[in-house]
C-alpha cells in the first residue's frame, strides 16, 4: 500500500516563527503536492514537485516555500508564520506523467492541522 | 473562473437510500480526468471512483458510481444504499490534460454529507 505520511498531525505556533512540515512517501513517486484546506474553499494547492529539487507554484504560494532534496521527502516551509496561515495542511504524492497519466491519483497523508497564535 | 463547482455544501440522506452530490466542471481541454474523494471526520482523503473524458461507460466502483454527463460538463457522484460510515466531507477534483505536469488536481469546495439512520 502506498503510504503517505506527515511529521505532525497538530502543530501550535507563535506568529513569527519559522515553520516545517515535513512530508515523505514511500512509493516512489515522481509528484508531490502540497495543499493547504479551508471551510468553504477546499483544497488549494501551494506548491508542487515533479522531480527532485523541482518545485512549481501552486495557487497560493504566498507566505511559503518548498524543497526537495530527496525522491521521497517534501517539505513545506513557513519562513515567517502568521495567524492566516493557520489551517490544515495536506501532502499528496502521485506517479509520475506519461501514458494514462490522467487517471492516477493521488495519495494523500494525514494532514497537519496548525494553530498560528 | 471556478473550474470545479461543488453547489451542496451539506447534504442529508436517509440510511439506505441513493443520494446524489453534484459536481459541475469547466475546461476547455478535450482530455481530462475526474476524480472523487471522501474526507472523514479523521482527515485523511480517500479516493473513490475515477472517470476519463474519453470513457464511454460511467465509472463504478461498489456502491459508487459517476453520472458522467460530458455535454452538460457534469461528474455527479452517486452513492447507493447510504450507510452511517458514508457521512464524510466529499470533493470533486479535475486534471486536465494540457496541464498535466506534475499531474495537479484542481479540487471543488467540497459537499458534507450527512447519513441519517
Known amino acids: 500500500d502506498v503510504k503517505v505520511t506527515q511529521s505532525s498531525r497538530y502543530l501550535v505556533k507563535r506568529t513569527g516563527e519559522k515553520v516545517f512540515l515535513e512530508c515523505v512517501q514511500d512509493m516512489d513517486h515522481e509528484n508531490m503536492f502540497w495543499y493547504r484546506q479551508d471551510p468553504g474553499l477546499g483544497l488549494r494547492l501551494i506548491y508542487f514537485s515533479y522531480d527532485v529539487k523541482m518545485k512549481e507554484k501552486g495557487d497560493i504560494p504566498e507566505g511559503y516555500s518548498v524543497s526537495r532534496e530527496k525522491k521521497e521527502r517534501f517539505s513545506l516551509i513557513l519562513e515567517s508564520a502568521s495567524t492566516n496561515q493557520t489551517s490544515m495542511y495536506l501532502c499528496a504524492s502521485s506517479p509520475g506523467t506519461g501514458g494514462e497519466s490522467n487517471s492516477y491519483e493521488q495519495y494523500f497523508g494525514p494532514g497537519t492541522r496548525l494553530t498560528v497564535t | 473562473a471556478q473550474k470545479i463547482t461543488q453547489t451542496q455544501p451539506g447534504m442529508f440522506v436517509q440510511e439506505k437510500e441513493a443520494v446524489t452530490l453534484d459536481c459541475t466542471y469547466d475546461t476547455s481541454d478535450q482530455s481530462y480526468g475526474l476524480f472523487w474523494y471522501k474526507q472523514p471526520s479523521s482527515g485523511e482523503m480517500i479516493f473513490l471512483i475515477y472517470?476519463?473524458?474519453?470513457?464511454?461507460q460511467n465509472a463504478t466502483e461498489g456502491r459508487y458510481s459517476l453520472n458522467f454527463q460530458k455535454a452538460r460538463k457534469s461528474a455527479n457522484l452517486v452513492i447507493s444504499a447510504s450507510q452511517l460510515g458514508d457521512s464524510a466531507m466529499y470533493f470533486c477534483?479535475?486534471?486536465?490534460?494540457?496541464?498535466?505536469?506534475?499531474?495537479?488536481?484542481?479540487f471543488g469546495q467540497g459537499t458534507e454529507l450527512s447519513v441519517k439512520p
Open positions: 477534483a479535475m486534471r486536465e490534460r494540457e496541464d498535466n505536469q506534475g499531474g495537479k488536481l484542481i
Open positions: 472517470q476519463g473524458s474519453y470513457d464511454e
